[in-house]
């Protein structure tokens, strides 16, 4: 850079003074020597991916039943609403983790992806993530009628701030205070950071403590409230 050339006459003209060997400056890139975009890219794919499927599984099966009239059908039995939506998030964690899985091997297998951390962390990590993704669905269901609301809702929801405001595109620490502030309720934000932290750092929970903690919170928070809204939509 111009910088960087600046500098180097700079320390060259000053060895020249006083006859000391010139200094060369080089950089050199820990966790992505190469610097392949795909290893930055595709780890946020994967967040994404999985956010959006997660949050469409579950906001279209409620809304679907709630159109063929079978939700109603369903509270007419003893089971209670928070029974109904553990019964709802459970399978599709297995089926969400399906897609994330397949994602996450193209991009091992096809792009050369390093595996460097625990992927018994990353997993449990994922599941959290899910329970996150899967909430908001359930969350976006209790607010629409309609398969076709349902639908764009979770696109506009999940898809945009997974894309700008979670740091896939853009570095958070350079955006405006408020957005970094809005960026503390989106989910994919600690995910992207922990797999790219794993997969290509080599992170363990001693370092990604903070972003596990957060994503936590923020899954035990939305689902919180996701049970509470169902309740209160079939009251």
Not at 20 to 32: M, R
Not at 133 to 150: D, E
Request: charged share 10%.
């Amino acid at each position: 850079s111009y910088s960087r050339i600046i500098l180097y006459r700079l320390l060259e003209s000053l060895a020249g003074d006083k006859k000391l060997p010139a200094v060369t400056i080089s950089q050199q890139v820990l966790y992505n020597p190469d610097l392949k975009s795909s290893h930055f890219f595709v780890l946020g794919i994967i967040a994404v991916i999985l956010m959006l499927i997660s949050a469409l599984l579950t906001s279209l099966t409620i809304a679907r039943e709630k159109e063929t009239g079978t939700m109603e059908q369903l509270l007419t039995t003893p089971v209670k609403p928070h029974e109904i939506i553990i019964g709802k998030v459970i399978p599709y964690i297995a089926l969400a983790a399906v897609d994330g899985f397949l994602v996450w091997a193209f991009g091992v297998f096809h792009f050369g992806i390093p595996i460097n951390g625990s992927m018994a962390l990353l997993s449990a990590f994922g599941v959290i993530f899910l329970i996150a993704a899967l909430s908001i669905g359930i969350l976006i269901s209790t607010l629409v009628k309609t398969q076709q609301v349902a639908m764009l809702t979770t696109f506009v929801v999940t898809m945009m701030p997974s894309v700008l405001l979670s740091g896939f595109a853009f570095e958070i620490r350079n955006m405006p205070r408020l957005l970094q502030a809005i960026t503390c309720i989106v989910p994919a934000r600690y995910f992207i950071r922990i797999i790219r932290g794993i997969m290509l750092k080599g992170s363990g929970l001693a370092v990604l403590w903070h972003q596990a903690l957060g994503l936590g919170i923020l899954a035990l928070v939305l689902l919180a409230i996701a049970i509470k809204k169902f309740q209160i939509r079939i009251a």
